[in-house]
Structure formats: C-alpha cells, structure tokens
C-alpha cells in the first residue's frame, strides 16, 4: 500500500508512468497522486541517490559548451533578477542557495555585493565553487547544516525541492533559519503544466527517480502557507527550462530514444542509440529547431493561461 511523503495519507491513486530518460533501457516508475493532499509522488524512492551515475552527470564536457556555458550565465542572471526584484531593502543582504551546484548563480550575486553561502552535497560541485568562485559551500543536507536561525534574508531553490522526499520539513527549516519577512524562492516543474498534460510519462521534466514528488501551483503554495509564508508572486515563464521542456516532450512522442537531444548534448553514451538510429535523431533535432519560434510562442501561451512547464514561486516569512 503507497502512503503519501507528504502527509502520510493512505488515500491516493495510480497518477502516470514515467521513463528514466538518461538511459537508452528507459525504466518504468509509478507515480501515484495522493487524494488528500494533491502530492504526486514516487512510488519506491531510492535509498541511495548519487547523481554521478547519472548519464545526466558525467565529467564529460558538453557538446557546444562555450555557447551553453554563455547561455547559463544569462539564465543565472535571469535568476538574480528574482532576487532583486524581491528584495527591495537598499543595501544587498545574505543569500542562501540550497543545492548550489557549481555556484555560478551565487557568483553573480557575490559580485554584486550579496553576502553568499551554498548547500551542496555532491563534493565534485562543491569543490568547484569554493576553488572556482571562493563561494562559502555546505556540504551536508539543509537539515544537518546546524544554521542558525534568522541567518539569512534571502533563500533560493532551483529546481531543488522535487528531489526531496520530505517536503514540508524543508519549508519548515527553511522558515526558521529566515529573518522575519526574509525571501523564499522556489523553482519547480508544474505537474499541472500543458507541458505535463502533454507528455505524460516522455514530459521532460517528469525526470524519475531523481524526481520524488511534483507540485501544482495550488499544492506548493498552500504548503508554504502551511509552513508560514505568505504567496507574493507566481511566476509561470522560464526561458531557462520552458522552451527546452516543450523542445525535448516533443521529440520525446515522435521518437523512441529518450530525451536525444539532450542526452547528446551530455554526450551521454548510455542514452544514445546506434550510429543509424543517431543519425534518424539528429535529423529530428535539426527540424525541431526549425520550429524552436513554436516552442516559443507556446511557451509564453501557457504562462498567460497559468499553466506554465515550470513555475517560480516567490514567498515572504510572515512576520508574528
């Protein structure tokens, strides 16, 4: 019998199967959706996760990596604009990003006064974003990095939250370790997304096992307000994750090899067809770019309608 991770509750039903995309064998995962709560969550969550033997996480450089890697800086910068815009006090206070990663987006608010600290468990990135950018990097969970309360005014999450089994005890945390009226951001895919409904178990950001729940809209701000935060602004466009979400669910359903276009662009073998196949799938990426304005104007189509492939949530710690 599945019991919800969120609220414990017995009462759910068999939601979708998703794929693991990150290898050519495409593994089958239930999701169930939980009738009480609204969580849709992984049946068997992993004991163990190390992401280094993802496909995904290869120490390989990425195919076009200095255009990728100019592309991420204006994403990251896209990210501080979050920041800025909902921190409105006139000098920069600390900034805490959980599941930092190499630290490229701390790096940019490091430069522009921001008092920086990452959490990031996997020692490879951490170690890059202190030698690299000399950013201040916790290597534990949230839950065992001993913060302080009111430590922080300001804390992000990018795409962090869906890998967590416990969500609320995060929200929880994270509370604590605010100033009173401090800044919550949070970044998820949005199971409720046209995106979603389109792709069902080929949705790019579906992403199992290493996702472990999705959110909604409604669910993830009705347990923020649960954790004593109140909803400033709902964001449903990402330049970043919605145009490549719709890119890749769309050649997921025409083409059996999972996420191609990605997986070649990590160059991760595990995921790659043969050379004939690879072939058929470069060709399906090169028209589908053709078609990248489509993707596009879909894109800003489901944020105006709220129904955005990922959604940015940002919330203030209620002041008592």
Not at 138 to 163: C, K, Q, R, Y
Request: net charge positive; with cysteine.
């Amino acid at each position: 019998m599945a019991v919800c991770i969120c609220c414990g509750s017995c009462n759910v039903s068999p939601e979708i199967i998703g794929y693991e995309m990150d290898t050519i064998e495409q593994h089958p995962h239930l999701y169930f959706r939980c009738l009480a709560c609204d969580a849709v969550f992984l049946e068997h969550i992993p004991e163990s996760r190390d992401y280094d033997t993802s496909g995904y996480y290869l120490r390989k450089n990425i195919l076009f990596s200095s255009i990728i890697k100019r592309l991420m800086g204006v994403f990251h910068q896209q990210r501080y604009a979050h920041v800025k815009s909902s921190y409105k006090k006139a000098a920069q206070g600390r900034l805490l990003d959980i599941g930092c990663g190499k630290g490229n987006f701390l790096n940019a608010a490091r430069h522009d006064g921001w008092s920086v600290c990452g959490i990031e468990p996997t020692r490879r990135s951490a170690e890059y974003a202190r030698k690299e950018h000399g950013i201040d990097v916790i290597e534990t969970g949230l839950h065992e990095s001993d913060i302080a309360a009111n430590s922080f005014d300001v804390v992000s999450m990018w795409h962090v939250l869906e890998h967590l089994p416990d969500p609320r005890s995060v929200l929880n945390e994270i509370n604590r370790i605010l100033v009173e009226g401090g800044i919550l951001i949070i970044a998820v895919p949005n199971i409720a997304s046209l995106q979603a409904v389109f792709g069902r178990g080929k949705w790019f950001h579906l992403d199992p096992p290493r996702h472990v729940i999705h959110f909604s809209p409604e669910f993830l701000s009705r347990l923020l307000r649960q954790s004593g935060f109140q909803i400033e602004k709902v964001d449903h466009f990402s330049a970043e994750n919605n145009i490549i979400g719709w890119f890749q669910t769309f050649q997921n359903r025409i083409i059996k090899w999972p996420n191609f276009t990605f997986n070649l662009l990590k160059r991760n073998s595990k995921a790659l067809p043969g050379p004939f196949c690879c072939i058929i799938g470069c060709i399906s990426t090169l028209i589908l770019l053709m078609f990248l304005p489509v993707f596009v104007a879909v894109s800003l189509l489901e944020a105006s309608w709220g129904k955005g492939g990922t959604i940015t949530i940002i919330a203030r710690k209620i002041i008592l």
